[in-house]
């Protein structure tokens, strides 16, 4: 048996993972100032909540969802999105009985069979936010501002927002019907499964991947251009908000995103500076869903932002967070004989609040000032059989050199007013 990952999933080690807390941290600050609050939801649901919501004919559905029965021979999806999940969460728990709108976020992995490549994986992560309960354009406005400032807080800046609107069930049919006038006399040019999209939902061809489809569909008619009075009207005061606001935007008429429950506002956020899966966040507004799945009628709006995809935008726009120092202290023992005492200080140091390691391989008095550094410690203090006795600690700066020596009963005094400075100084 080959020890790897399964295709399309990978480990976030330690060194990343500390990008993905700092990631996080942000979330925190930017959402909840936005007035989201965390949501935790399971990892998988039934099949029938991903199939009603996401659509039957899309692409997730059709042949991207990891399905399996369990042993009581429920049929059950690891999550492709968090959406739907959230949907089912506001009716279950008749969240529309809080303050309205329930805007919510959250963070977790998704799970989608796709061919892996390059910013394309078969788990990823995603942090996604909801608001349900409202249609106001402004609260369009809000999310999309709210995923833009988020990454204006990473230092990204090379982004193009694209925005749309996917009308609603009264303006739909009269377009449906004129895309289906238009591919008609295509069918014999375009795809098997383009074929089948034309019969069920015509709408989906225009998640076809294939490059002679796709031409043909250039000069197909643009929802945009059937809208009714009410979506038109919608899509109007979302756009001039976005500019009052100074948000640059380009409307894209051929922002058609790869699920059923979309309706009026779509949005894409992209990095010119990622290859071919360039988009680092999406969302839109799906005003039918929560009724589609027997719930009050309530609109909704969210997007989601893929994590991996927005660290390579990180990296290809140099904009990584640099190496933190991960422990404050490494404590080092001159001799065999004074580990004891170096222990005890460890511990005493960590209880008190101050990141401590030691060497757990009785290395040399040179290996562990080299491992000191290798942990990124920021002091070294030493311990022998003489500071021992005379009740001392050597402390040695390890960012600019200097040594001195404390009093054993002074040093977590001293180490934590040079904390305080560091964090004031940061
Ligand atoms: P989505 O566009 O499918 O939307 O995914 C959002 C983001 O997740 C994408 O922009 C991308 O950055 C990332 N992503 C998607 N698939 C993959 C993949 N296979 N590998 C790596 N990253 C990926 C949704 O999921 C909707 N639920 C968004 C939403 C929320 N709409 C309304 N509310």
Known sequence: MEIKAPRGTSDVLPEKAAIWDYLESKVVDIFTNFGYKKIILPVFEHTEIFQRGIGQSTDIVQKEMYTFEDKGGRSLTLRPEGTASVVRSFIENKMWNNPLPVKLYYIGPMFRYERP?????????????????????????????????????????????????????????????????????????????????????????????????????????????????????????????????????????????????????????????????????????????????????????????GIERMILAMQAEERMPGPKRINDVFVVSVDKDSRPEVFKLLMELRRSGISAEMDFAERSLRSQMKQADKKKAEYALILGPDEIKSGVCTIKDLINGTQENIKRNKVLEYLLKKKRVNERKN
């Open 117 to 305: 490549q390059s910013g394309r994986y078969r788990e990823f992560w995603q942090m996604g936010a909801e608001a349900l309960g409202s249609d106001d354009p402004f609260l369009d406005v809000e999310m999309i501002i709210l995923l833009m400032d988020y990454f204006r807080s990473l230092k990204l800046n090379k982004l193009e927002l694209k925005i749309n609107s996917m009308g609603c069930s009264k303006c739909q049919p009269a377009y449906t019907g004129d895309l289906k006038k238009f591919i008609e006399p295509n069918l014999e040019k375009i795809c098997k499964q383009c074929q089948k999209r034309y019969e069920k939902n015509p709408l989906r061809i225009f998640d076809c991947k294939n490059k002679e489809c796709q031409k043909i569909y250039g000069d197909a008619p643009k929802l945009t251009d059937y809208l009714c009075q009410e979506c038109k009207m919608h899509f109007d005061q979302v756009k001039d908000a976005l500019t009052e606001n100074n948000e640059d935007f380009e409307v894209d008429k051929s922002l058609v995103r790869g699920f059923d429950y979309y309706t009026k506002t779509t949005f894409e956020i992209c990095s010119p500076v990622l290859g071919a899966q360039n988009a680092i966040g999406g969302g839109g507004r799906y005003d039918g869903l929560i009724e589609s799945y027997g719930g009050p009628p309530n609109p909704g709006i969210g997007f989601a932002l």
